[in-house]
C-alpha cells in the first residue's frame, strides 16, 4: 500500500489487517486485537480511563504532526492513571477518519502510538476504526493496575499545596503554535513562525510541552508505595481550575502565594519576547500534565526525596485551607479572591469557572 493513498481507498477491513499486523502482544494479554473483545490480566483494583482528542477542538492536522498525536494521545491517558498512583498496562484506541486521509497519517499515528506504548510498558489491546466526515478523533481507553490509589478526596486543612515541575509551557506552546512555530515528527523545529532566530530557544521545550507532553509517570507510581500524599490530580485543565476541582473534591478552600509558582522559563523567555507575562500562562493554562498534591507539611521533605529519585521537581504554591471550595490568592498577609479560568470545551474557550453550588 502505498502512503499517499487515501484511507477511504483501502477500506476498512485491510486497514484493520495493516495496522493490526504493527501490533506487538504484550504481558498479561491473554486474547489481544482481532477478537470480539481483548482479554487482560490485571488487579488487584483495575484503574479505566479515557481521553478523546478531536480535530479542530484539541488539535489541528497541520500543526500537530500525526507522530507526536499518536504520543500525546496516549500520555494524557497514562497521566490520569499516574495520577491515582496506578500502572498503566493496557489501551485501546478508537480512531474515526475522513475517507481522504493517506494512510501516512495513520501509520504515522500508529508510530506515535506503538513507540509511547513500548516507553511505558503499556500493550495495545484493540480498538475500533470508522470513517468520519472531514475531523480525525483519536478516542482511547487506558486501564491499569492499582492497589494503593491516591484520589482527589483526601486532602486536610493545612495540607500544602504542591505541584511537579513547571507551568505555562504547554500554554506559551500553544499560542508559538497560533503564531506559526512548527516541529516536525521528530520534534524538531520546522518553522520558527514570529519568532527571531536568538528566540527560537524556548520554542522547541514550550511546543513539545504542548505537542508531546511527558507526565511524571513513574513519581505518581510511586506514591502508591508511600503514605505521604493526602490527595492529587493531574493538571490538565490548568492549576486554576483543577485545584478548585481538587479543593471541590476534598470540601476546601486555598490559597496561592504566586511568588512561588514555577512558571515555566522558556515560556517566560517567550512571553516576554511577544510583551506577555507567563504567570497567567501557569496560573491558568492547560495542558502541562504535571501533578497536583495535597501534602502534609511534615511530609514534603519525605515527598522531595521520592521526587529526587525519579528526577521529578516540586514546588509548594500555598494550602489548603477550610472552608467553601474557593481560591484566593496570598500577598503578604493580604488575600484576593481567585476566580479560576478553565478551558471549556463545549463553549470554545476560556470560561471562567465558579465553584459548584453547595449542596
Ligand atoms: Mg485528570
Given at each position: 500500500?502505498?502512503?499517499?493513498?487515501?484511507?477511504?481507498?483501502?477500506g476498512?477491513?485491510?486497514?484493520?489487517?495493516?495496522?493490526?499486523?504493527?501490533?506487538?502482544?504484550?504481558?498479561?494479554?491473554?486474547?489481544?486485537?482481532?477478537?470480539?473483545?481483548?482479554?487482560v490480566?490485571?488487579?488487584?483494583?483495575?484503574?479505566?480511563?479515557?481521553?478523546?482528542?478531536?480535530?479542530?477542538?484539541?488539535?489541528?492536522?497541520?500543526?500537530?504532526?500525526?507522530?507526536?498525536?499518536?504520543?500525546?494521545?496516549?500520555?494524557v491517558?497514562?497521566?490520569?492513571?499516574?495520577?491515582?498512583?496506578?500502572?498503566?498496562?493496557?489501551?485501546?484506541?478508537?480512531?474515526?477518519?475522513?475517507?481522504?486521509?493517506?494512510?501516512?497519517?495513520?501509520?504515522?499515528?500508529?508510530?506515535?502510538?506503538?513507540?509511547?506504548?513500548?516507553?511505558?510498558?503499556v500493550?495495545?489491546?484493540?480498538?475500533?476504526?470508522?470513517?468520519?466526515?472531514?475531523?480525525?478523533?483519536?478516542?482511547?481507553?487506558?486501564?491499569?493496575?492499582?492497589?494503593?490509589?491516591?484520589?482527589?478526596?483526601?486532602?486536610?486543612?493545612?495540607?500544602?499545596?504542591?505541584?511537579?515541575?513547571?507551568?505555562?509551557?504547554a500554554a506559551?506552546?500553544?499560542?508559538?503554535?497560533?503564531?506559526?512555530?512548527?516541529?516536525?515528527?521528530?520534534?524538531?523545529?520546522?518553522?520558527?513562525?514570529?519568532?527571531?532566530?536568538?528566540?527560537?530557544?524556548?520554542?522547541?521545550?514550550?511546543?513539545?510541552?504542548?505537542?508531546?507532553?511527558?507526565?511524571?509517570?513513574?513519581?505518581?507510581?510511586?506514591?502508591?508505595?508511600?503514605?505521604?500524599?493526602?490527595?492529587a490530580?493531574?493538571?490538565?485543565?490548568?492549576?486554576?481550575?483543577?485545584?478548585?476541582?481538587?479543593?471541590?473534591?476534598?470540601?476546601?478552600?486555598?490559597?496561592?502565594?504566586?511568588?512561588?509558582?514555577?512558571?515555566?522559563?522558556?515560556?517566560?523567555?517567550?512571553?516576554?519576547?511577544?510583551?506577555?507575562?507567563?504567570?497567567?500562562?501557569?496560573l491558568?493554562?492547560?495542558?502541562d500534565?504535571?501533578?497536583?498534591?495535597?501534602?502534609?507539611?511534615?511530609?514534603?521533605?519525605?515527598?522531595?526525596?521520592?521526587?529526587?529519585?525519579?528526577?521529578?521537581?516540586?514546588?509548594?504554591?500555598?494550602?489548603?485551607?477550610?472552608?467553601?471550595?474557593?481560591?484566593?490568592?496570598?500577598?503578604?498577609?493580604?488575600?484576593?479572591?481567585?476566580?479560576?479560568?478553565?478551558?471549556?470545551?463545549?463553549?470554545?474557550?476560556?470560561?471562567?469557572r465558579?465553584?459548584?453550588?453547595?449542596?
Amino acid at each position: 500500500m502505498e502512503p499517499q493513498t487515501p484511507v477511504g481507498e483501502i477500506g476498512e477491513r485491510a486497514l484493520i489487517r495493516h495496522l493490526r499486523s504493527r501490533i506487538p502482544s504484550g504481558p498479561g494479554v491473554i486474547v489481544g486485537v482481532g477478537d470480539d473483545a481483548a482479554a487482560v490480566e490485571t488487579g488487584p483494583l483495575t484503574l479505566v480511563t479515557s481521553d478523546t482528542l478531536v480535530e479542530g477542538i484539541h488539535f489541528r492536522r497541520e500543526w500537530s504532526p500525526p507522530r507526536l498525536l499518536g504520543r500525546k494521545a496516549l500520555s494524557v491517558n497514562l497521566s490520569d492513571v499516574a495520577a491515582m498512583a496506578g500502572l498503566a498496562r493496557y489501551a485501546t484506541v478508537s480512531l474515526c477518519l475522513p475517507p481522504d486521509i493517506p494512510l501516512a497519517f495513520v501509520d504515522g499515528l500508529y508510530d506515535g502510538l506503538l513507540e509511547r506504548a513500548a516507553e511505558t510498558g503499556v500493550s495495545l489491546v484493540g480498538g475500533n476504526l470508522s470513517a468520519s466526515e472531514d475531523r480525525v478523533v483519536v478516542d482511547m481507553t487506558v486501564l491499569g493496575q492499582g492497589d494503593h490509589l491516591v484520589r482527589r478526596t483526601g486532602g486536610l486543612a493545612g495540607d500544602l499545596v504542591v505541584v511537579t515541575g513547571t507551568l505555562g509551557a504547554a500554554a506559551a506552546g500553544l499560542r508559538a503554535l497560533e503564531k506559526g512555530a512548527r516541529l516536525d515528527g521528530d520534534g524538531d523545529l520546522s518553522n520558527r513562525g514570529a519568532w527571531p532566530a536568538d528566540a527560537a530557544d524556548g520554542l522547541v521545550p514550550c511546543l513539545r510541552a504542548q505537542l508531546d507532553p511527558s507526565p511524571p509517570l513513574a513519581f505518581g507510581r510511586a506514591l502508591a508505595e508511600q503514605d505521604i500524599v493526602h490527595a492529587a490530580m493531574d493538571l490538565s485543565d490548568g492549576l486554576s481550575g483543577d485545584l478548585l476541582s481538587l479543593c471541590e473534591e476534598s470540601e476546601l478552600s486555598a490559597w496561592i502565594e504566586p511568588e512561588w509558582l514555577p512558571v515555566d522559563p522558556c515560556a517566560a523567555a517567550l512571553e516576554k519576547e511577544t510583551g506577555g507575562d507567563a504567570f497567567s500562562l501557569a496560573l491558568h493554562g492547560g495542558e502541562d500534565y504535571q501533578m497536583l498534591m495535597a501534602v502534609p507539611p511534615e511530609r514534603v521533605d519525605a515527598l522531595r526525596e521520592v521526587a529526587g529519585v525519579w528526577s521529578v521537581t516540586l514546588s509548594v504554591v500555598g494550602q489548603f485551607a477550610p472552608g467553601a471550595p474557593g481560591l484566593s490568592l496570598r500577598f503578604g498577609e493580604a488575600m484576593r479572591k481567585l476566580r479560576p479560568k478553565s478551558h471549556d470545551h463545549f463553549a470554545g474557550r476560556e470560561r471562567r469557572r465558579e465553584p459548584a453550588p453547595e449542596a
